[in-house]
């Protein structure tokens, strides 16, 4: 049976941008939910766009990166606008002088320090009765809330007194949950949990707002949920029974890849992998109310890594690539049926892409999920004939590259020679505007849903990629300036938009 929720993919053409985001241009070192994110709406709405797709939104941990969040559930308090906390008179303007930021990348080393001293003022505002009408919808959210934000809270608050190390290092009372030990500590550090469900409260009120206007403007969230989890997170810390691992905590088999497109020796995630058994016991709740804590924030969530479900790689713990490994069957559609009953549909998308098995497609299939086509892959690297717009399914997404991929610009001049002849003989082009060539390839295909990074709008270089598979550090970066984005350009969009049938409410 298919969702019902499953025909906002499908019932039409349309059209969107992906963009993080940390990539916004704010004055504040990392883009955030503030003015430049409204401005940011206006104009995915002038130009016609129906989608703003994003990465993970949750608290990041190693290397800065949205698919390492420290919990699925909670939201990244780095996003907060701290215009609107001073609009709000949670902070002075005087507060939001001295910013040393460079304008193009996020300097994390730099940002995180910078947004958590704005943030304790604000608390510390508050608590000294600054807003005195923020305190009922303050104490609403936490009441709400309570099934995941008290755990993460307190993780949050121990983990700080523990230099910020992860929680399989902590003290045995500690990483265990004794009981005792965190009854002391929800004592010892009751101002930090207080504030840690502030941050929250803060970061799901702007978001809220933020919402609220693309809605009024027809613009919908295309969200990501990773299948994994990290280790260092308060979904492992709190729910250790639903993951595999050994007596000090510590997984005893990880998540990755074999060698691939991206990378020869495979990819090692180390993510922990799940104790399936347990989840099945559990009804799959735990998975049903992650996926409810995304669409409580989006309205339509690409799944990652969906070919995990039907079997997933897993690596021992102790190796040093992802080269040795195994295939394991996962939940298939024991979990996704489950999911569907508990949310009365599914709202998702099939990242399908990487080694697909005819099982694969099977699974998607069945539950009426569409996948992705990156049009990238049709010529270059991967190769594979699925890419290529003459073989696309209507209930397909299409985009030029993801946030994976090299800008188009910069994938076109490391093409062979072969390659890129195809590049132009397939598009009836010379390649000078490739950037383009390949927006209006996804545009007038048959997908029904075209998507495109920002990057290749804006037609930039390699030094705008987001992130570059396999490479642990140096990612996630990458920032617009407002300049950039021109009336040209977005005049373009439109005009193709309009022109294959993708405008906001358009049957074409």
């Not at 003022?121 to 934000?149: K, M």
Request: net charge neutral; hydrophobic share 40%; with cysteine.
């Amino acid at each position: 049976m298919k969702p019902e929720t499953q025909a906002k993919v499908g019932t039409r053409r349309s059209g969107g941008i992906l963009l993080h985001p940390t990539s916004l241009p704010c004055p504040y070192g990392i883009g955030d939910l503030g003015p430049a994110a409204y401005a940011w709406l206006d104009s995915l709405a002038e130009a016609r766009q129906h989608w703003w797709q994003m990465l993970p939104l949750g608290p990041t941990g190693y290397a800065d990166s949205p698919y390492q969040c420290l919990s699925s559930f909670a939201g990244n308090t780095n996003l907060i606008s701290p215009d609107l906390l001073a609009r709000a008179g949670l902070l002075g303007p005087e507060e939001l002088s001295g910013r040393p930021f460079t304008a193009h990348r996020v300097d994390f080393a730099s940002v995180v320090p910078y947004k958590d001293d704005l943030l304790a003022r604000a608390w510390h505002g508050f608590q000294a009765g600054r807003v005195p009408a923020l305190r009922r919808h303050f104490d609403d959210f936490c009441h709400v809330s309570a099934g995941w934000l008290d755990d993460y809270a307190l993780y949050w608050a121990i983990k700080r007194t523990q230099g910020d190390t992860a929680w399989n290092t902590w003290p045995p009372a500690l990483a265990h949950r004794e009981p005792r030990a965190l009854s002391q500590s929800r004592r010892d550090l009751a101002d930090a949990i207080d504030q840690q469900r502030f941050r929250q409260f803060l970061f799901f009120r702007q978001w809220h707002d933020l919402r609220a206007h693309a809605r009024e403007l027809g613009i919908r969230l295309i969200g990501d949920l990773p299948i994994f989890v990290a280790v260092d997170s308060a979904d492992v810390w709190a729910n250790r029974e639903l993951f595999q691992l050994d007596a000090t905590g510590k997984p005893t088999v990880v998540a990755g890849v074999p060698p691939d497109y991206f990378s020869k020796t495979g990819q090692l995630w180390g993510n922990p992998l799940y104790n399936w058994k347990a989840h099945r016991n559990a009804g799959y709740r735990w998975w049903t109310e992650r996926l409810r804590a995304v669409l409580s924030l989006v309205d339509l969530v690409r799944l990652d890594h969906f070919r995990g479900f039907e079997a997933y790689w897993e690596i021992p713990a102790d190796a040093p690539t992802a080269q040795k490994g195994r295939w394991v069957k996962g939940p298939g559609g024991n979990l996704l049926s489950a999911i569907q009953k508990q949310l009365r549909g599914l709202p998702l998308i099939a990242e399908d892409l990487g080694v697909i098995t005819p099982e694969v497609e099977k699974l998607r299939d069945e539950f009426g999920l569409p996948g992705m086509r990156i049009l990238q892959f049709a010529f270059g690297g991967a190769i594979e004939n699925r890419f290529l717009p003459h073989n696309f399914e209507h209930h397909t997404i299409v985009y030029t590259g993801t946030h994976d991929n090299d800008t188009t610009r910069s994938w076109y001049t490391h093409l062979t020679v072969a390659e890129a002849d195809l590049v132009r003989r397939y598009l009836a082009r010379d390649g000078h505007d490739i950037a383009w060539d390949l927006i209006r390839l996804a545009w007038s295909s048959v997908a029904d849903t075209a998507i495109v990074p920002l990057q290749d709008v804006l037609n930039l270089a390699g030094e705008a990629r987001m992130n570059f598979p396999g490479k642990p550090m140096g990612n996630w970066a990458w920032r617009f300036m407002t300049e950039q984005l021109t009336p040209h350009q977005i005049h373009g969009l439109a005009e193709l938009t309009g022109l294959y049938g993708r405008e906001v409410g358009s049957e074409a």
